[in-house]
Each structure stands twice: as C-alpha cells, then as structure tokens.
C-alpha cells in the first residue's frame, strides 16, 4: 500500500506540471506588491485574505519565474495526496480494517487512479485552495488521534507520562498555530473549525455510547476539547481586521450559491464557479464535466456503503480501550465517508471544488472492501490482467510527455496577454483601460502603470458595475458611448477561447473612431482615434 501512495503522489505531481492556466495567480501576485486598493476601485470593507499565499507565491516567482512556481506548486499537489491517502495505506491489524493489498494491486488501483488524475490535471492549478487542503490534511492525520487521546481519561490517567502528555500540548499548539496562519491563506480556513468539531462530535458519541459499570463518564474531558475547538474559532481575532476576517466565510459561502446581487453575478458568470450539472447542461466542458459528476454520485454512494455496511465504531466496547483500533475505526466508518459527503456537495454546487472532494475519494475509496475485491480479483492471476494496468499507466505517461512538450512557456499566452502587455508597455495612452476579466490581474502585474477595468475578483465590485460590465458585451452601442463619458480609450480583448466579446470587436472594429493598434493570435488592442 505504501507504493500506492508514492506512486499517487508522484502522478500528481507530474500531471501538475503545466502552464500558469488559473488567471488569478496574476492578480495575487499583482497584490504581494501593492495592495489592490491602491491599483483598481473596490467596495469596502476589504480585507486581503490571501496575504500569507501572495507573499509566499510572489518569494516563488520571484526567485525563479513561471517554471519555480510550477515545479513549487506541483510538489504541493503531490504533498496534498500523500496526506489524504496516508491514513488509507498503513498496515492495519484490526477486522474492521481491510486487509493491505499487495504490489501487484497496488499498480491495478494506481492505474484506475491515474485515469482520474490525467483525466482532472488541469484542476491542479496555484491557488489558494492547495495551502487550505495542505493545512487540512494535517488536520486529517493529526485531529482524530489527538481528540481520541484526550478522550479517553482513563489511559492518560494510568499510563500516559509527562513526555506524552507534553507531546499532546506541543500537537495542539502546532494545530492552533496551522489555524492562525490559515486565516491569512484563504476564507476556507472555517474547513479546519468544522473538520475539528466533526471528529470532536464522533469521539463524544464513542464516550457517550459506552458506558461502563464500574466506571462513570468524564465529562471533563470534554470540556478540555471543546474549548480546544472554541479558540480555533477565535483566531481569526488574533490578527488584524479580525472581524472582518471572521466574518469572511459568510461572504465566501453567499459567493458560492450567489445570494446576494453580486455573488450572483459572480456565482453565475464564471464557469468554475458553476455547477458541472450547469456546465453539462450548457455543454461546457462536456466530459470532464460528466465525469465529474458521476465520480461525485459515486462518492456519495461509497460514503453510504461504508457507513452503514460496516460495523459502529460505538457498538463495540472492546474498542473503547484499544486507542489504535478505534482512531481508524471511527476514521473508516464515520469520519471518512461524512467528509466525503460533504466534499461531494460542495463540488456539485461549484466546479472548482471538485480539488477538495478528490483526494478525500480517493482517501474513502482504498477503505472499502468494493475497491479492494475490484483490485484483487480472481482474474488478477492472469498474465493480461497484470499487463493491462502497465499499458494504460504507459499509454498516459506518453500522451503526458506529448503534452508536456507542447509547452514552450510556463506562462499561458493563449489566457493572458503576455505580447499584448509588452506591446503596451511601449505604448502608453493617456486614457483608461478597458479589459476582460481574465487578464485584468496579468495586466496589473506586468504593468502597474496602467490602470485596469476589472479583474477576475467579482467580489470586490458591485452589481450594478458587474451589469454594466456585461452590458458592454451584449450591447456594443452602450460601451461606444460610454467609452467616452469614462475617458476609455484603449481596449484589450482575447481573440480566442472567450466568445463573450466578439460582438464589441466587431462594433469597435467598424466604428470610425476605434482602430486595430495591435493583434496577435490570441488578443487584439483596439484605441480610439480621437483622443
């Protein structure tokens, strides 16, 4: 099993090596410079979020690029796997416990996972998001033998020492310091909260479903962890624009399902952030999409399997005492699948969290006997059996080199205006800058200088600057005369992969006072004559 993990780990870190597709990497890195109040008009409050990843990505990239910044990124993504998948790989002795598997199945299931991995590779970008699946796979390792320990009063009472005991503290120290530094990567650092309070939930029903004749429950125990869960709550105060950081993942989550006037833009407008239900339906992406949700269907139905096919961790009072057996006990049968539930949710709801609810299917996958007969069977014994993994595993190794040299620069031109910028560089304008969302955050880190319309971060506009914007598009004629009022002068626009504005190329392209200024395969620089 362990080579399972390694050979996991080590594929998603190959299948992460490719160009800077994710836009945003350049508007966080515009802003590890300069705050983004000081470059563009935002709604206040505004609270940076994301300082502790900019800084970290800006130190990256300005050591060594695009590439470093690649390379860094795909070994983060390869860190991630091995922390969700560590807890499914070790030896268990236990029954409730599959058995491991050899060498031979552990290269079947690698096969079946590459294939999702190959087939989702574009879903390992930089961003945020990594650092906040890093963070909560420690929390997957740590969390449930530190809330279990703890628990169990009777064990720390008669054998625990005082090195032990120091080594617990020293564990929740480092969780609540993990906390504090994730409040500053991203506004899921609520996932860590609920993550912490699920095992806390599922170690007091182990307590409170066993109850001993000889020996009445420590409720004190508890206390002692659920103030533990009440200062992760709190963290967010320990630093600066604390409220505003505590309140963030309200704002995040009316961002996800688009609640208010402007996350409903947000939510509707850009595809990652739509439903794969959505995008099939409108048939975007239509593969990865449908795969997407029947891998999701099928997660909610193994989270189902595992939970009531296998035996409660609460109905067996020979577990209460066996700390190791019940850790993975309640890990397998209660913890695992409720995450993976959850996770199956979230991505249904938006495409771009389909990254948090892989690495916990894969996790809750290696945990069920379907998985480990499918891996094992009789037919296993069969020289084609064992050759047809290898094949498929090289099959994808080859289209992944082909892809791989396809690449001729770490930075994705056909996304961004990478010769459009220089071009402008050289050409400055006196007026402003019209641009499609997407490239608004290269725009502003390659050229501060120049000012920028909007950029991918809806939500720190308003609704009605978000209905305007995309009025713009639909109807050309309203942006001529408006271009005028707001002193605009100068668009940017992409050629290719966004359909969205090829009616405003068309309108500026015939206006008498807009002319093509540059244009290259992939985007166009139209200026107005008369400025």
């Not at 508007?27 to 563009?40: F, G, N, P, S």
């Not at 094949?391 to 930075?411: C, E, H, P, Q, R």
Request: aromatic share 16%; charged share 15%.
């Amino acid at each position: 099993m362990m080579l399972l993990l390694v050979l996991v780990s080590i594929a998603v870190a190959l299948f992460a090596v490719f160009p800077l597709t994710d836009t945003d990497i350049w508007w966080h890195l515009a802003c590890a410079r300069e705050w983004v109040t000081t470059w563009t008009p935002v709604r206040e409050p505004v609270v940076n979020v994301h300082e502790y990843f900019q800084q970290i990505v800006a130190f990256v990239y300005n050591l060594g690029g695009a590439r470093l910044l690649v390379a860094f990124k795909a070994i983060l993504w390869g860190l991630v796997f091995a922390l969700f998948l560590w807890p499914s790989v070790r030896t268990r002795q236990d029954n409730v416990i599959a058995n491991p598997i050899g060498v031979k199945q552990s290269i079947i299931c690698f096969a079946i996972f590459a294939v999702i991995l190959f087939i989702f590779r574009y879903q390992f970008e930089i961003r945020p998001v990594l650092f906040s699946l890093i963070f909560l796979g420690i929390y997957w390792n740590i969390l449930p033998w530190l809330f279990i320990t703890a628990g169990k009063s009777h064990y720390l009472r008669h054998k625990k020492t005082n090195v032990a005991k120091a080594k617990m503290a020293a564990v929740a120290i480092a969780i609540l310091s993990i906390q504090w530094f994730w409040c500053r990567f991203q506004g899921l650092y609520i996932l860590g909260l609920l993550f912490a309070f699920t095992v806390f939930a599922f170690e007091f029903e182990v307590w409170n479903m066993v109850v001993w004749s000889w020996k009445k429950l420590d409720y004190k125990r508890y206390w002692g962890q659920l103030a533990f869960v009440a200062i992760m709550l709190v963290m967010p105060f320990l630093h600066r624009d604390g409220p505003h950081l505590f309140i963030y993942p309200v704002g995040l989550f009316d961002r996800l399902v688009g609640l208010s006037p402007s996350a409903a833009v947000f939510a509707s407008e850009i595809a990652e952030n739509r439903s794969p239900i959505t995008l099939l339906m409108a048939g975007e992406n239509v593969l990865q999409s449908a795969l997407m949700i029947v891998l999701v269907l099928a997660g909610i139905a193994l989270a189902c399997v595992q939970w009531y096919s296998r035996k409660s961790p609460y109905s067996s009072g020979r577990l209460v005492w066996q700390r190791t057996e019940r850790t993975e006990a309640i890990l397998d049968c209660r913890l695992l699948p409720f995450c993976l539930v959850v996770t199956a949710v979230l991505a249904l709801i938006a495409e771009r969290n389909f990254v948090l609810f892989l690495p916990v299917f894969f996790a809750v996958a290696l945990k069920t006997r379907f998985f480990a007969r499918l891996c094992s069977a009789e037919g296993k014994r069969s020289a084609i059996y064992a050759l047809l993994p290898m094949l498929l595993i090289a099959f994808l190794f080859g289209l992944w080199v082909k892809s791989l040299l396809a690449y001729d620069s770490m930075v994705a031109y056909q996304r961004v205006p990478v010769a459009a910028a220089e071009w402008m560089k050289s050409h400055p304008h006196s007026g402003r800058l019209f641009n499609d969302d997407r490239a608004g955050g290269y725009l502003a880190f390659v050229n501060p200088s120049d000012s920028t319309y909007i950029d991918g971060r809806f939500i720190l506009k308003t609704a009605e600057f978000f209905e305007n914007y995309l009025r713009y598009a639909e109807s050309p004629r309203v942006f001529l005369h408006e271009a005028e009022l707001q002193n605009m002068d100068r668009v940017v626009l992409p050629l290719r992969y966004y359909a969205r504005w090829d009616k405003l190329i068309a309108t500026l392209d015939s206006a008498e006072n807009w002319h093509v200024a540059y244009h290259d395969p992939f985007f166009v620089v139209m200026d107005r004559t008369n400025r």
